[in-house]
């Protein structure tokens, strides 16, 4: 029976620790922070150099440069080196920067009044008109400006110290429309051997209506004053007929979600993830602006990922900084501190991971530490399994030993026989055989000492010098002892 019970409870102990794992690899719900150590603020610009060709008088060249900032916005980062999807908004510069570039230069230049803007204008003056004219026909072999165009896109990652400088990126495929995704990879791709941090893409969009997810974003470049903003927002009703994405709406109608989340967006949330609530992965971009925030789900992004042939994936600083997390977020906060340790050592930078490295040790055995409760549980209500099989184990010895001395000393020992002097015997003869046989087949018997007379001695009668025992006269040796006989 006690060998049944002791089975029976190393095998509870078992499933105990089997089940253990499993639970806490389950993510709890409605968490962001798998995410936001991979959201990037994005920033583009467009660098416009022309050279104005001057016939009108003596023949001049008028070189000018010009910066032109035209978007900012959020990404998301999708693989360790450093890879990047947003919206083409984001990427891509819808604007002629080479007609604003002629309508500087020749404002400058001609001193004439011509608005700085993207659209093309006349002046008065025919000849003037004429040459500004050729200008914007920068392809034409009669054209009057030389101008060239690059693109700059820099982002500019949730690190701490913040990164004044970022790392630059240039769009590799995007879709048609200014909210179509868009594929941005690095120029130099993220020095070391674990790279950046990676958010995990959804397999698909969650059908329910009022589905609840995040917004996670930046409003400006990532530093001491400036966090990432996480907005919760419901899924409405619809899909992506038309390219027009999905809408957002409060199931309870208590916030007017669209306008909310567009107003973010012209702020510059637009491209940020949209986290689903179950499981924390990203299920569509932030698009539209205004009045009126939408989201394209995450089949329009993978789609565009397969068409740049790259492949979402995810690195070591991921794996370690997702474990520490789960046990962060079930409140095993003496776990979790080691967890983000290793995270930082990884990636020094993450601001997340150091934000819940410093809440764990804080709450490192505290009252809401679960790691501490269990210890001191499992310390008050039960004791593990082995000093009870090592306590039996030494009492099945103990008592197999006991059992056999007992036995041991119930069986009749026998006796130690002493020998008896033998009896004088006739006298030998001298060729008589001298080898003398001690038998012990009489037990020798304990007889009570009496007190001794002292008499004299018979001259006659010889006894062993060394043992005492009595001869006879013919003796050479001692028939107890064998020892030879003085003569």
Not at 53 to 71: C, N, Q, W
Not at 407 to 434: F, K, S, V
Not at 442 to 459: E, Y
Request: one cysteine or more.
């Amino acid at each position: 029976m006690a060998r049944l019970t002791a089975l029976a409870g190393g095998a509870a102990v078992a499933l105990v620790l089997i089940a253990t794992p499993v639970a806490a690899h389950e993510h709890p719900s409605g968490i962001t922070d798998l995410v936001t150590p991979a959201v990037v603020r994005l920033e583009a610009v467009s660098h416009v150099k022309i050279t104005l060709l001057d016939h009108i008088g003596e023949l001049k060249h008028v070189d000018r440069s010009y910066t032109l900032p035209f978007a900012a916005g959020t990404g998301t980062v999708i693989n360790p080196d450093g890879t990047i999807v947003a919206l083409r908004r984001l990427a891509v510069n819808p604007n002629n920067v080479a007609v604003y570039a002629a309508n500087k230069v020749f404002a400058e230049h001609h001193k004439v009044k011509i608005p700085g803007d993207y659209a093309k204008h006349h002046v008065s003056d025919d000849l003037l008109d004429h040459h500004l004219q050729e200008c914007y026909d920068v392809g034409s072999d009669t054209a009057t400006c030389i101008v060239s165009v690059t693109t700059e896109i820099t982002a500019f990652p949730n690190v701490s110290p913040a990164s004044p400088d970022g790392y630059k990126v240039k769009c590799i495929k995007a879709g048609p429309d200014p909210d179509s995704p868009a594929v941005l990879v690095p120029l130099t791709p993220a020095t070391g051997g674990v790279g950046m941090p990676t958010a995990p893409l959804a397999d698909k969009v969650p059908e329910q209506e009022g589905a609840p997810t995040n917004v996670a974003g930046f409003l400006g470049r990532p530093g001491p004053n400036v966090k990432e903003t996480v907005e919760i927002a419901h899924l409405g009703k619809g899909g992506v007929a038309g390219g027009a994405g999905r809408p957002f709406a409060d199931p309870e109608k208590k916030t007017d979600e669209p306008v909310k989340l567009g107003g973010l967006a012209d702020k510059g949330l637009v491209g940020a993830p949209v986290i689903g609530d179950k499981d924390g992965h990203v299920i569509g971009l932030l698009v539209g602006g205004g009045k009126d925030g939408k989201m394209i789900g995450i089949k329009e992004v993978t789609a565009v990922l397969a068409a740049a042939k790259v492949v979402p994936r995810r690195g070591a600083i991921d794996t370690a900084f997702e474990a520490a997390l789960t046990r962060y977020h079930t409140q095993y906060y003496t776990e979790a501190a080691p967890g983000f340790q290793r995270v930082l050592e990884l990636y020094p930078g993450n601001v997340v991971a150091a934000t819940l490295l410093k809440t764990s040790l804080a709450k490192r055995g505290g009252p809401e530490d679960q790691g501490t409760k269990k210890a001191s549980g499992e310390s008050r209500k039960s004791t593990p399994l082995w000093p009870y099989i090592a306590a039996a184990a030494i009492l099945f010895i103990a008592a197999g030993g006991g059992a056999y001395l007992l036995w041991r000393r119930r069986t009749p020992e026998r006796q130690t026989e002493l020998p008896q002097p033998l009896a004088a015997g006739p006298p030998l003869d001298d060729g008589a055989n001298q080898t003398v046989v001690v038998r012990r087949s009489q037990p020798f018997q304990v007889v009570p000492q009496q007190q001794q007379v002292m008499t004299a001695p018979d001259p006659a009668i010889k006894y062993c010098t060394s043992c005492g025992m009595r001869l006879g006269p013919a003796h050479r040796f001692c028939g107890y002892c064998g020892h030879p006989i003085e003569t």
